[in-house]
T-cell receptor
Framework: SAVISQKPSRDICQRGTSLTIQCQVDSQVTMMFWYRQQPGQSLTLIAT?????????ESGFVIDKFPISRPNLTFSTLTVSNMSPEDSSIYLC???????????FGAGTRLSVL | GIQVEQSPPDLILQEGANSTLRCNFS?????LQWFHQNPWGQLINLFY???GTKQNGRLSATTVATERYSLLYISSSQTTDSGVYFC?????????FGEGTQLTVNP
């Protein structure tokens, strides 16, 4: 299994500001994934972060709003830019590992935008 | 893309009762996982079960891949079982989640 450390665990931000979320894994992984979970909703994939290349964004998500960095095989950041109250969500990172590419998740970042 | 449907959307139980949660998916998958999201938002891996049956304590899961569904059984439910249960399927490298089942276990 993979151990994932995600920071911050929660934050309250003002609209128009940006927040960077960090995800650290205890082993090297090729792909890291970022998800958003809006209140009362399921998880939606934002993007796939590959080391050494630009992230691949899902439909409805753009790099200007959610820039991602992947400087090495154990670390990634997701920035939520120019935030509005609609960005209030839980943001989670995940990595695959082990049998069948089981997906492991960090504890999540609970973001509230005022 | 692949569709994942879970039922029921909400379930309320008395402590000690048993329950079955269902997950239907629309296409062949490489992987199926069941998660429990606790009230603090953390996702806990319950089962990796692309086919067959697995058991872990009071929980068990069965996936019939040829018929594209999976079941999660919870026996002798406890208040700590409350939360949202998600089924997620891996197709290619993408993990797609169902909408979840909100389980409330009352003492």
């Amino acid at each position: 299994s993979a151990v994932i450390s995600q920071k911050p665990s929660r934050d309250i931000c003002q609209r128009g500001t940006s927040l960077t979320i960090q995800c650290q894994v205890d082993s090297q992984v090729t792909m890291m994934f970022w998800y958003r979970q809006q209140p009362g909703q399921s998880l939606t994939l934002i993007a796939t972060a590959n080391q050494g290349s630009e992230a691949t964004y899902e439909s409805g998500f753009v790099i200007d709003k959610f820039p991602i960095s992947r400087p090495n095989l154990t670390f990634s950041t997701l920035t939520v830019s120019n935030m509005s109250p609609e960005d209030s969500s839980i943001y989670l990172c995940s990595v695959p590992g082990g049998e069948g590419n089981i997906q492991y998740f960090g504890a999540g970042t609970r973001l509230s935008v005022l | 893309g692949i569709q994942v449907e879970q039922s029921p959307p909400d379930l309320i139980l008395q402590e000690g009762a048993n329950s079955t949660l269902r997950c239907n998916f629309s296409d062949s998958v490489n992987n199926l996982q069941w998660f429990h999201q606790n009230p603090w938002g953390q996702l806990i891996n319950l089962f990796y079960i692309p086919s067959g049956t697995k058991q872990n304590g009071r929980l068990s899961a069965t996936t019939v891949a040829t018929e594209r569904y999976s079941l999660l059984y919870i026996s002798s439910s406890q208040t700590t079982d409350s939360g949202v249960y998600f089924c997620a399927v891996l197709s290619g490298s993408r993990l797609t989640f169902g909408e979840g089942t909100q389980l409330t276990v009352n003492p």
